[in-house]
């Protein structure tokens, strides 16, 4: 049974930081690309960042310079470090890992709230 388990999410005021975290089981996670999604209400699910099994990385342009994306393959878990948060990155976030060959990612997480004051 796959999961993927988010955590980390939380109300932080503009310029904080958060680090979000995305426990897997059940995937072969150290060959699995990994990414992160988020949704704000009423819009639709924007890809934040990606890293590869290799680790390689790629950042939406709305987040480069302020979110790192890294994983740790002994832990199965792979991580979003927020820096300089803005009230625009209030939004659901949620993890997902496809395998390298699939098109799209296939196994999701349940989501974690990060809502930013300002």
């Known amino acids: 049974q796959v999961q993927l388990v988010e955590s980390g999410g939380g109300l932080v005021q503009a310029g904080g930081s958060l680090r979000l975290s995305c426990a897997t089981s059940?995937?072969?996670?150290?060959?699995?690309?990994m990414a992160w999604h988020r949704q704000a209400p009423g819009k639709q699910r924007d890809l934040v960042a990606v890293?590869?099994?290799?680790?390689?990385?790629n950042y939406a342009d709305f987040v480069k310079g302020r979110f790192t994306i890294s994983r740790d393959n002994a832990k199965n878990t792979v991580y979003l470090q927020m820096n300089l948060l803005k009230p625009e990155d209030t939004a659901v976030y949620y993890c997902?890992?496809?395998?390298?060959?699939?098109?799209?990612?296939?196994?999701w997480g349940q989501g974690t709230q990060v809502t930013v004051s300002s």
């Open positions: 997902a890992a496809k395998a390298a060959w699939r098109s799209s990612y296939n196994n």
């Open positions: 059940g995937i072969i996670f150290n060959s699995n690309t």
């Open positions: 890293i590869t099994a290799g680790g390689s990385t």
